[in-house]
C-alpha cells in the first residue's frame, strides 16, 4: 500500500500564511523557494510537497506567525522612511 502524497496549491499557502494569492506568487518567484513537485496546464498551476513547504518555512517566523508578519512589515516600511523612499 502506498502512502499519498500531501500536497499543497496557492490557495492552500495562502490560508496557511495569511498571505494574498499575489503575496504567494512573490514569495514563490524568489531564490530559495522550493520548486514545485507538480505543475499543470501549462505550468499555472503548481503544487509543492508539505514536507519541502515545512523545511522552506523553518527560521521564518512571519508565515506563520501574524505578529511577527507586522513586525517584519513596519521594519521594512521604517526603513524605507528612513532611506526617503516612502511618501
Known amino acids: 500500500m502506498t502512502t499519498p502524497l500531501a500536497l499543497?496549491?496557492?490557495?492552500?499557502?495562502?490560508?496557511r500564511w495569511s498571505y494574498t494569492r499575489q503575496g504567494v506568487h512573490q514569495l514563490a518567484a524568489r531564490p530559495g523557494f522550493p520548486a514545485p513537485a507538480a505543475a499543470v496546464?501549462?505550468?499555472?498551476?503548481?503544487v509543492w510537497l508539505l514536507a519541502d513547504?515545512?523545511?522552506?518555512?523553518?527560521?521564518?517566523?512571519?508565515?506563520?506567525d501574524q505578529v511577527a508578519k507586522q513586525r517584519k512589515q513596519r521594519g521594512y516600511?521604517?526603513?524605507q522612511k528612513k532611506a526617503g523612499q516612502e511618501p
Open 53 to 64: 513547504i515545512e523545511a522552506f518555512e523553518q527560521g521564518r517566523s512571519e508565515l506563520g
Open 41 to 46: 496546464n501549462g505550468g499555472r498551476i503548481r
Open 8 to 15: 499543497l496549491g496557492i490557495a492552500d499557502l495562502t490560508a
Open 77 to 79: 516600511h521604517q526603513a
